[in-house]
């Protein structure tokens, strides 16, 4: 059964969790069954209300609003499919989240868990994703202004750099993963979505899971051999698409992404980049930098650029 599916069985009246639906297969196991990232199971539904309407979705879990029952107060919670994803990955990211305090990273409220999935109840943004942004502002002059991608990029530089000084890479840094919301007259963001983030310090040796989304993988993740830098290459990216609309390594599978992204030449299209400030080609250049060389590029560095330092800023 599709999961977007299993978890609209809900029963919020009776706080019953799907739970006659499953009360014959994974519920009454024989084999014991132990919480991951909690001492005893809780079910969500006695503290939050559930909504059925999806926030968002991706291959593992689901987002929703919920509310909280003491205090009436909206949340987002994500649920997670404890069958589709390691046992370590799950625990891994609840104990990232109890730790990270940062104002630009979504904010982990309380978890429960039962026999089935994993729920994180997070602060509630209903602003969109930063992916949605760019669809709606795609044209054939290129995509957002430099001022406002000035905004949105130093706004994500600056919780990696955060997540960098406490040895914590994310790994998944995506327009998807980077919630978009309007503070007044600013454009905010809260970067979201630690599934594949880990630990990891400069006296590590090379990480060498192959994790991410083709687009934002760069060649050492590619070819499973990486550091944190893999943070600074997939902002590079995000930040070249925010100006042109366009992926700067692209193809019609991932395969060929991979290729393009390892033997590609990093090109600036006239029709659109010239345009656009020297500055800005040379801070994406900075970012998706394939030569040893290049490898002392830091969250920190960058948001030292010109381009981010610049009046239009």
């Known amino acids: ?39 005893r199971f809780d079910n969500v539904l006695v503290h ?3 909504s059925n309407a999806l926030l968002g979705k991706g291959s593992t879990s689901l987002v929703r609003e919920c509310i909280q029952r003491s205090s009436g107060t909206k949340y987002a919670v994500k ?7 390691p046992n370590d990955l799950i625990l891994r990211e609840v104990q990232l989240l109890r ?20 729920h994180i109840i997070t602060e509630l943004y209903n602003g969109g994703d930063l992916y949605n942004m760019i669809m709606d502002n795609i044209s054939d002059r290129g995509c957002l202004p ?25 790994r998944d840094i995506k327009p998807e993963n980077i919630l978009v919301y309007i503070d007044k007259v600013h454009t905010r963001i809260k970067l979201i979505d630690f599934g594949l983030s880990r630990t990891h310090t400069l006296d590590d040796g090379y990480m060498t899971e192959t994790v991410g989304t083709a687009y934002y993988m760069s060649p050492g993740v590619i070819c499973g051999k990486y550091d944190r830098t893999c943070d600074l290459w ?21 395969h060929e992404i991979y290729s393009a992204t390892k033997e590609g ?24 930098c394939k030569d040893e060389s290049c490898k002392s590029v830091s969250a920190s560095k960058a948001l030292l650029h010109s381009w981010l330092r610049s009046e239009q800023s």
């Open 1 to 39: 059964m599709p999961l977007d599916h299993q978890l609209t069985n809900y029963d919020n009246s009776k706080y019953s969790y799907y739970h006659n639906k499953h009360k014959n297969n994974r519920w009454n196991n024989k084999t014991p069954c132990r919480p991951i990232t909690k001492e």
């Open 48 to 50: 939050y209300d559930v």
């Open 79 to 85: 649920t997670i499919d404890k069958s589709k994803v």
């Open 99 to 118: 730790i990270i305090d940062h104002p630009n990273i979504i904010k982990m409220i309380d978890h429960y868990e039962d026999v089935n999935f994993l």
């Open 146 to 170: 430099e001022k406002k991608a000035i905004n949105i990029v130093k706004s994500i530089l600056e919780p990696i750099q955060y997540l960098h000084r406490n040895d914590v890479v994310h």
């Open 234 to 254: 997939a902002i590079g990216v995000v930040t070249y698409i925010l100006l042109c609309g366009y992926p700067p390594f692209n193809g019609y599978c991932d």
């Open 265 to 288: 030449e990093l090109e600036f299209d006239v029709a659109i980049w010239d345009n656009l400030s020297d500055a800005s080609k040379e801070f994406i250049s900075m970012m998706l």
